[in-house]
């Protein structure tokens, strides 16, 4: 007796997926042209809001990208767990270490070099 697994369509859910991700893009593309001075200007951890706010936006896409185009939702929970949670640290280390190197950059460049804003 051979048992046979019903597959369904994930249209419905790619579509769903596809409005997020886009609705995302939209606003970070909106942001990257209006460049709202409010958050641009405006600096919290080391950086702008605005910088935050598209850290954040990316985070967010990559994790919907790889839940559901690389079926993770389908996985063990532990593996998803292994594979979403070391991505997430390490892009929030490495945007962390970005963040302060070139905060830095810009102390110890600043009275030397000219900024064009």
Do not use: Q
């Not at 409005?19 to 200007?41: D, F, M, N």
């Not at 390490?90 to 009275?111: Q, R, T």
Request: charged share 15%; aromatic share 14%.
């Amino acid at each position: 007796m051979a048992h046979t697994k019903e597959h369904k369509s994930h249209t419905k859910l790619i579509w769903k997926v596809f409005g997020i991700l886009s609705a995302i893009t939209l606003v970070e593309v909106i942001l990257g042209i209006k460049k709202p001075e409010y958050l641009h200007l405006t600096h919290f951890l080391g950086t702008s809001i605005l910088n935050i706010i598209f850290l954040v936006l990316t985070l967010v896409k990559a994790y919907y990208i790889t839940w559901f185009f690389m079926h993770m939702a389908d996985e063990k929970k532990n593996l998803r767990r292994a594979v979403v949670w070391t991505a997430l640290f390490l892009i929030c280390f490495l945007a962390a270490l970005l963040l302060i190197e070139g905060s830095y950059i810009n102390d110890v460049l600043g009275p030397l070099t000219k900024w064009n804003y």
